[in-house]
């Protein structure tokens, strides 16, 4: 079993720029979350997923950022455009249901300069 | 609402201690309740769970029991090893998908 990828896997990028991650969870999972780490802030999710349609993205900070589930095998976050304080560690998770544990991916660096 | 508490890190043993760190957690219902480990550089990976009241988890010597009258799922290993640094979390989950994770503890182990 792959685990759940993530790329890229470090991000560097001056503010303005768009980025988008990408996440591809364990196959036959069908919930996925995405999440965002700082030592500030701890461990906060930003939206999940299940059977591909969004079921709350609450935790989204603003509206530059934005995520997609086309299928059940990839999802996007995208952030448009980057700031300096968006700078953190991205990560993807999977649960194969109701109550079961979720996966992690290794997680995206982002850096934006 | 549903909430996680767990001890302020960090917390720095040496190798052969005994470890426990303490988690509390406010939910309705009857949560599954859950530790995941994050090892640097790494995601979040899971260490063990307890579905119900009075089941143990345990993985890797390490272990966590469902108490439910004090709503405590401390996690515990008799003797440590360097390898253990890492930062533990304790989550909860009550349905709706949404797991709730704990602030994390950051645990350093020094030969």
Not at chain 1, 90 to 108: E, H, K, R, V
Request: glycine share 10%; net charge neutral; charged share 20%.
């Amino acid at each position: 079993d792959a685990g759940v990828i993530q790329s890229p896997r470090h991000e560097v990028t001056e503010m303005g720029q768009e980025v988008t991650l990408r996440c591809k969870p364990i196959s036959g999972h069908n919930s996925l979350f995405w999440y965002r780490q700082t030592m500030m802030r701890g461990l906060e999710l930003l939206i999940y997923f299940n059977n591909n349609v969004p079921i709350d993205d609450s935790g989204m900070p603003e509206d530059r950022f934005s995520a997609k589930m086309p299928n059940a095998s990839f999802s996007t976050l995208k952030i448009q455009p980057s700031e300096p304080r968006d700078s953190a560690v991205y990560f993807c998770a999977s649960s194969g249901g109701d109550g079961l544990a979720a996966y992690f991916g290794p997680g995206t660096r982002l850096t934006v300069t | 609402g549903n909430s996680v508490t767990q001890m302020e890190g960090p917390v720095t043993l040496s190798e052969e201690a005994f470890l426990t760190i303490n988690c509390t957690y406010t939910a309705t219902g009857y949560p599954s309740l859950f530790w995941y480990v994050q090892y640097p550089g790494e995601g979040l990976q899971l260490l063990l769970k307890a579905t119900k009241a009075d089941d143990k988890g345990s993985n890797k010597g390490f272990e966590a029991t469902y108490r439910k009258e004090t709503t405590s799922f401390h996690l515990e290993k008799g003797s440590v090893q360097v390898s253990d640094s890492a930062v533990y979390f304790c989550a909860l989950y009550t349905g709706g998908f949404k797991t709730i994770f704990g602030a994390g503890t950051r645990l350093f182990v020094k030969a």
